[in-house]
């Protein structure tokens, strides 16, 4: 094996940057173009097709972190960790269809899920939502660019820096003129080349190490829990709790329901379907690289796990493979930055600018204004963060937990009428504390303490299973889903779950949101009319009743 990883000239990686995001560019200025369109800029006008949908979503789905992730899932926990990666991740996807499907029945003309949260129940459970976003997307961003940052300095001469600053000034360039719109249309050319780049990488590597018969004789290198299929270890540290953790980020980032409310709607299902299987697909397929890496012996080079895939190009294919690498990892970091800027723009516009200021008189030409300006604010911020050494896995884990607390008061208030303001807000509260004080330990997770930790996880549980079959089969199905998942891990994972803090801490956020969301809720004799929102939300473009009264007068 090569000690060090091969290394482009810095005028080569330059070409290929250069070329990468020069053809981006050159392809969304394709793109008409119309000074005051808004909703253009944000969702596209809700005109996104089946297959550009798709194509967006898987995109989007698969960012930079995904490839090492898998990877080192697969390295890690042997045959099983690239399915818990790639089978939940994937799984997600097609769980957004059915609250998708009401999120647009209530809100046909919406830009955000927050929109339909503040026409629901007003500002501040809005603001937690929007605040939940911004949060989660400047971080989205931030991680992209240290991953490109990371790809340059270890692929070339230049340094970490300088690879931030090519990469954000490059997705910038052509996100800035038409928002989504260039989001969507670059995700599609993105993905061709990641699907055609990773079709030719993954066999490539697997021949090249002596083929698959030289991968199957070394299996007997792995452990019996890495050999396994169903191995327990792999789903309780890898498996369940990304697949909790991802059902959060399905229904709380906005770079996810931008594109539920982009595409039109006779398409949202084959959109999300065919999303679903390409998504698991790719990812799967990558993080295989791992599982070979660790059947033939090979270790991370300084030990460290994002060095694996890049060590395996390096060591087994020539240089014009591992510029083909090169370009995948580009693409998919810049296809989900680029959502991450659009998604921004559009909290910023709808609502913090539309529901929260301009209080539904919003100004087209102002409302591009911001989302121009809050690009470039965030991407100046995502490359300063970038530079830094934060501890990214931290800032995640607090944002997932946030996600993992709206989970249920955002489902809720969209079928139950009862769902009151307080009940939304109070019940992310409590469940981001007690998230807290669990996955960080604040309490020592023994006796009465952690017996009650593990209930509510319990519960937790069952509300995520419960709300899975309440969107596909009905509220009797997921009421007994709900039931049985809870009976389930409360008798099983009573005095063990205490040993998994990221899942118990999770399903905890989950149990506790949903138990204050509904007992607040009960206690209250509100009502609410669904017909309302879609009164409340409309089209920013619309023009205002004052606008039809000077056309009028005009015409006259």
């Known amino acids: 094996m090569n000690s060090e990883l091969f290394q482009f000239s810095t005028t080569t990686v330059l070409l290929l940057m250069l070329a990468f995001y020069g053809g981006t560019f050159l392809l969304s200025r394709r793109i008409k173009q119309d000074a005051n369109d808004a909703d253009g800029f944000m969702i596209s006008n809700h005109r996104i097709g089946y297959g550009m949908g798709a194509a967006s979503m898987t995109a989007t789905w698969i960012w930079a972190a995904s490839f090492y992730a898998a990877a080192t899932s697969g390295y890690t926990y042997g045959v099983s960790g690239p399915l818990h990666y790639g089978f939940w991740g994937a799984l997600m996807i097609l769980f957004i269809y059915p ?19 503040h026409a629901r129940h007003g500002a501040s459970s809005q603001l937690i939502l929007a605040f939940s976003n911004l949060l989660g997307s400047v971080i989205s961003l931030m991680v992209n660019l240290t991953a490109a940052g990371a790809l340059v300095s270890v692929l070339s001469p230049l340094s970490f820096q300088a690879g931030i600053v090519i990469a954000g000034l490059g997705v910038l360039s052509y996100t800035f003129y038409s928002g989504f719109r260039a989001s969507v249309f670059t995700d599609f050319g993105q993905l061709i080349a990641m699907m055609a780049i990773a079709v030719v990488i993954i066999p490539a590597v697997l ?62 299902k084959p959109t999300f379907i065919t999303a679903t299987i390409s998504y698991g697909a790719i990812v799967i397929g990558l993080g295989m690289i791992g599982l070979m890496a660790l059947a033939v012996g090979i270790q991370p080079l300084d030990g460290n796990m994002n060095n694996l895939i890049p060590q395996m190009v390096s060591t087994y294919l020539p240089p ?124 020592p997770m023994t006796g009465v303490l952690a017996a009650g930790i593990e209930l509510l996880a319990a519960i937790g549980a069952g509300v995520v299973a419960g709300l899975m079959a309440f969107g596909f089969f009905g509220k009797r199905v997921g009421l007994i889903a709900f039931l049985i998942g809870t009976a389930v891990i409360g008798w099983i994972g009573l005095g063990q779950l205490r040993e998994y803090t990221v899942l118990l801490s999770s399903l905890t956020a989950y149990g506790v949101s949903t138990l204050v969301c509904m007992a607040i809720s009960l206690a209250s004799k509100e009502r609410f009319d669904f017909d309302t929102i879609q009164q409340r939300v409309s089209d920013y473009n619309k023009p205002s009743d004052d606008e039809k009264l000077e056309g009028t007068l005009t015409a006259h």
Not at 99 to 117: M, S
Not at 363 to 378: C, F, Q, S
Not at 380 to 391: E, P, T
């Open 99 to 117: 609250f998708g499907r009401r999120f647009r029945e209530l809100a046909p003309n919406a830009a955000t899920l927050g929109e339909v949260i």
């Open 207 to 268: 021949f090249a190490m002596g083929g698959p018969s030289v991968v199957v004789g070394n299996l007997s290198n792995l452990t019996s829990e890495q050999a396994n299929l169903f191995s327990k270890e792999a789903f309780l540290h890898q498996g369940a709790p990304y697949f909790v953790a991802v059902l959060a980020y399905a229904i709380g980032n906005q770079t996810i329901s931008q594109r539920l409310f982009a595409v039109n709607e006779a398409h949202i």
């Open 320 to 443: 014009f493979f591992i510029g083909l690498f090169f370009i995948l990892v580009i693409g998919s970091l810049s296809s989900t930055a680029d959502s991450d800027l659009s998604a921004l723009s559009a909290i910023m516009m709808a609502d913090v600018y539309g529901k929260n200021i301009a209080r539904n008189k919003a100004d087209p030409k102002k409302m591009l204004i911001i989302g121009r300006t809050t690009m470039i604010v965030a991407t100046v911020l995502g490359m300063i963060l970038a530079s830094m050494s934060f501890d990214i896995l931290v800032m995640l884990v607090f944002v997932g937990a946030l996600w993992g607390a709206i989970v249920f008061p955002v489902i809720a208030s969209c079928f139950w009428d009862r769902v009151t303001n307080a009940a939304f807000t109070w019940a992310v509260a409590a469940a981001l504390l007690v998230f807290c004080v669990v996955r960080f330990e604040l309490l």
